[in-house]
């Protein structure tokens, strides 16, 4: 059952593609798929990386409505950006080079997030209102510490980070694909390869324990690939808070599993559908007159009413 | 054999458990009974290895369940708690399976599913295997967390008042099932308040009171009105009715 929707979901996908590298194209087509061919591989990565690190914080959170761009992960990474430029400089930063710079905020990034999460997570045990309060005012602090810093630099050099603050899907980081469908591949794997002992993981410390998980490590080892995920989906777009929301919530309800060999799976697949459907919509058949971050955050954010209204939030 | 080590516990400046030591046979139903505050969930927790003892160990067949790989204790040792948050969307059989998992690392084999089968039908939860958790009562929903432990199939079994929320015939059932694993060569070990289910079914008793051993021995060197009026400064007669010793504490 879950293996055909996931066909479906599959041939939906595919299509998505072909009219996103079709549609509209006048004349040579071979041209026209130069300039669409990395947009729509940057589109699905960034899909995929969101996708799988929302799912898998779920699942080491116990929750169905925490994400770690709700925890405050992504503007985690832009506060990342914004002090290695304020420290640096414009030109130290130019000078890093744009992987060794990456690479450096990367490890960062996940020192951070393990550090501060992997505590976050030990205090409330599962207490599920304190961890969404803990994460909103990390949010909000993260951000306000980037105000900050923000109106501290020299604007010419705050127009190098630019597209990293603000999610945007036409003016992708295109140099950073290379790398970052290599780092994304490789978290990716990762997470597949622990499919049988994320499903118990889910069902909470004290049964994970007792059927003979490392619980804690693996909690660890968990949100290091989330926040490697996280970053990586934010140096690309930027920071988009309930895109992973609406992706789990509709894998939950398309996929009729708890397993994440069938979760992990639908929850990329709809990731890259949302993306590549809704970004040829609002890029070919709209001209670009919205952008698919606000109406993302727009549904994204009702989704999370919606969720918290109802109550199932577990 | 459990051995139960000089076990000391603190949270914060308050001793949870100090000086705790006792031997819990194997082969025997076991009941850990004493007053609230007692400790006795404590020290599930730590046999469970859920928290770790400040000092002391506690022993398992001669493994120390905090130093032993838990992937193994798994396999040797199960527990269930009091309280299970699950937020995965379950269904009862899919439950039950994961007691397979210190065995099976979650990759089924054939011989696992006569194990689930034969769990469900003890806790007589064959009727509502495809019934998800969250349409269960809560004796129901119980039952299948029971059912799970006993498809991780160890030699020992600790059970933190598995009798909460099941109705008396099912408190009943449960304990002729404690019962009947002992009969097999398994240590079921449980924390329990009522103590007349404790006088019945057990043949052993843990007594823990303030953090510490009060006593520890065969059923019918405990299940005295002297000892139990101590235990739970209050007093408590013991009666003859039909051959069964009964306490009466109201």
């Known amino acids: 059952m879950p293996g055909r929707r996931l066909l479906i979901l599959f041939a939906l996908l595919a299509l998505s593609c072909v009219f996103y590298l079709t549609y509209g194209a006048r004349g040579d087509i071979g041209f026209a798929l130069q300039f669409r061919g990395p947009k729509l591989v940057a589109l ?113 050099e705050y ?34 390869r622990m499919r049988n002992t994320l499903d118990t993981l889910e069902l909470g410390r004290e049964i994970s324990i007792n059927l003979g998980l490392d619980h804690d490590r693996l909690v660890l080892v968990v949100l290091g690939i989330v926040a490697l995920l996280a970053a990586v989906s934010t140096a690309l777009v930027g920071p988009i808070i309930f895109f992973g929301l609406i992706v789990t919530s509709l894998a939950h309800q398309i996929v009729p599993s708890f397993r994440h060999r069938d979760l992990l799976p639908g929850t990329i697949l709809i990731a890259c559908i949302v993306l590549v459907a809704g970004q040829s919509i609002l890029e070919r058949v709209f001209h670009l007159d919205t952008t698919l971050s606000v109406v993302i955050d727009l549904v994204g954010g009702l989704t999370f009413l919606v969720l918290i209204l109802r109550g199932n939030i577990r | ?28 139903v076991t009941a850990i009974i004493g007053p609230n505050g007692a400790g006795k969930s404590t020290l599930l927790s730590l046999a469970s290895r859920l928290i770790k003892p400040d000092a002391g160990a506690i022993r398992v067949d001669g493994h120390d369940v905090h130093q032993a790989s838990t992937a193994e204790m798994a396999t040797l040792l199960s527990v269930l708690r009091q309280e299970n948050h699950i937020a995965s969307r379950l269904r009862v059989r899919d439950l039950v399976s994961f007691g397979r998992f210190p065995h099976n690392r979650g990759q089924a084999r054939p011989e696992d599913s006569e194990k689930i ?30 059912a799970m432990i006993l498809s991780q199939d160890t030699d020992y079994i600790l059970l933190d008042e598995p009798l909460n929320n099941l109705d008396l015939v099912h408190a009943r059932n449960l304990m002729m099932i404690l019962e009947r694993l002992k009969n ?45 009026s101590n235990l739970f400064d209050s007093h408590i007669s013991i009666q003859t009715l039909d051959g069964q010793l009964i306490a009466l504490h109201h």
């Open chain 1, 44 to 156: 699905m990565i960034t899909g995929a990386a969101i996708a799988v690190s929302t799912k898998l914080f779920q699942t080491v959170t116990g929750n169905r409505i925490l994400t770690p761009a709700i925890m405050g992960f992504d503007s985690l990474y832009v506060l990342i950006e914004i002090t290695l430029l304020f420290s640096l400089g414009g030109f130290g930063y130019a000078v890093l080079g744009e992987s060794t710079r990456f690479s450096f905020s990367l490890v960062l990034m996940i020192a951070a997030c393990i550090a501060l999460f992997g505590t976050l997570m030990r205090q409330t045990q599962r207490d599920l209102h304190r961890m969404i309060l803990v994460g909103i005012i990390f949010g909000i602090l993260f951000r306000s510490i980037s105000g900050l810093l923000v109106r501290m630099i020299d604007p010419n």
């Open chain 1, 159 to 192: 127009a190098v980070l630019q597209s990293n603050l603000f999610a945007n899907f036409n003016q992708m980081d295109l140099d950073l694909i290379g790398l970052s469908s290599l780092l994304i591949g490789v978290a990716i794997f990762a997470a597949w």
């Open chain 2, 1 to 28: 054999m459990i051995e139960i080590q000089n076990i000391r516990y603190a949270i914060g400046n308050s001793l949870i458990l100090d000086q705790v030591d006792a031997v819990i046979p194997k082969g025997e």
């Open chain 2, 117 to 146: 089968d034969e769990a469900l039908d003890m806790m007589e939860m064959r009727p509502f295997e495809n019934r998800y958790l969250d349409e269960l009562s809560g004796g129901q929903r119980q039952r299948a967390l029971v």
């Open chain 2, 184 to 228: 097999v060569g398994k240590t079921p070990i449980l924390v329990i308040h009522d103590i007349n289910y404790a006088a019945k079914y057990a043949t052993h008793i843990l007594a823990l009171k303030n953090g510490t051993t009060f006593a520890n021995g065969p059923t019918s060197e405990i299940f005295r009105s002297e000892p139990l």
